[in-house]
């Protein structure tokens, strides 16, 4: 596991790295080395897995939704502002579906900052690392992230922070009986992750070839608008198109023609909350559409993708 976790900080450019469970366990651990605590607030994102939400109650804390930006798909630094107290003790940026966002306007809040990565490891934006940026970053290394220990995840960042994580995340044979977990990585887990690690290059390249591969067939696709090339700054973990038609329709055509898309969120959490307040979420869930993208897909099957949206939207 410390072999992991020395080649994943130096993969990141960071000080420090800590192999945990999950992405899950990544995030509420990172808040609580941030000593996120009852009475604080935490902002974050609304269109986005329920995972950031649940980190921060488990910590005791509130979490604050904010709406998206429509341009990165991430969350609204101008609506995260707007939603600011004197009792905001942290806001966590998701890097959506391998974009790298600019995390500027969010440093100017004030407040720490975490950096969730796990659908974005090896993206850069300004020659730096995603991860390398912000307070703290957490990783996922579910199967179906950019890179797999099968289930697990991490925290990095500055030593100090990750060593509190670090102390966090068993609780055997120790002198004091503070709060802490079952959060540890297994080694042959770790042993998994290194392999993969060592190859994420090589799949990130693949990813790229098939986004541009989408692009191309998608350039006059009706009703249909593909994301354009943003080099270094995105790593595909999802290929996210944007259409003016109702989905539910074109995804049942795609799951007949045997296309297994989906909404690249399964639903914001402010509808599981009954909230309302945030339209841009509401336009990204109805018509954000995430078509299959991954190192083993083929250019046969990618073309397959694209024709059947094409014959869907048409």
Not at 122 to 147: D, E, H, I, N, Q
Request: contains cysteine; aromatic residues 6%.
């Amino acid at each position: 596991m410390a072999g992991l976790e020395r080649e994943l900080a130096r993969y990141l450019g960071v000080a420090a790295a800590a192999a945990v469970s999950s992405g899950s366990a990544a995030l509420e651990l990172a808040l609580r080395a941030l000593d996120v605590d009852a009475g604080h607030e935490v902002i974050v994102p609304t269109y986005a897995c329920d995972a950031v939400y649940h980190a921060v109650t488990r910590c005791g804390a509130t979490p604050v939704l904010a709406d998206a930006d429509p341009e990165t798909l991430g969350l609204s630094a101008a609506d995260a502002a707007r939603r600011r107290t004197a009792r905001t003790r942290a806001v966590i940026v998701v890097h959506p579906f391998g974009l790298a966002v600019d995390l500027g306007d969010f440093q100017r809040l004030g407040v720490a900052l975490v950096e969730d990565c796990a659908q974005t490891l090896g993206a850069m934006l300004g020659g730096r690392p995603v991860g390398a940026r912000g307070g703290l970053a957490v990783c996922s290394f579910y199967a179906t992230k950019l890179f797999t220990t099968g289930e697990g995840g991490a925290v990095a960042g500055p030593a100090e922070l990750v060593a509190r994580a670090r102390d966090a995340r068993d609780y055997d044979e120790r002198s004091e009986l503070a709060v802490r977990f079952n959060y540890k990585m297994t080694d042959m887990q770790a042993a998994l992750g290194r392999g993969q690690l060592a190859r994420l290059d090589a799949f990130i390249a693949r990813r790229r070839a098939l986004a541009a591969r989408y692009r191309a067939a998608l350039a006059r696709a009706a009703h249909c608008r593909v994301p354009g090339d943003a080099g270094e700054r995105h790593v595909y973990h999802r290929f996210v198109v944007a259409v003016d038609r109702p989905l539910d329709p074109i995804l049942a055509h795609l799951e007949r023609r045997g296309v297994a898309a989906r909404r690249p969120v399964f639903r914001p959490i402010h509808r599981a909350l009954g909230l309302s307040g945030y339209p841009n979420a509401e336009r990204l869930w109805a018509q954000c559409l995430s078509l299959p993208c991954y190192p083993l897909l083929t250019d046969h099957e990618a073309d397959t993708v694209a024709a059947a949206l094409a014959e869907a939207l048409a």
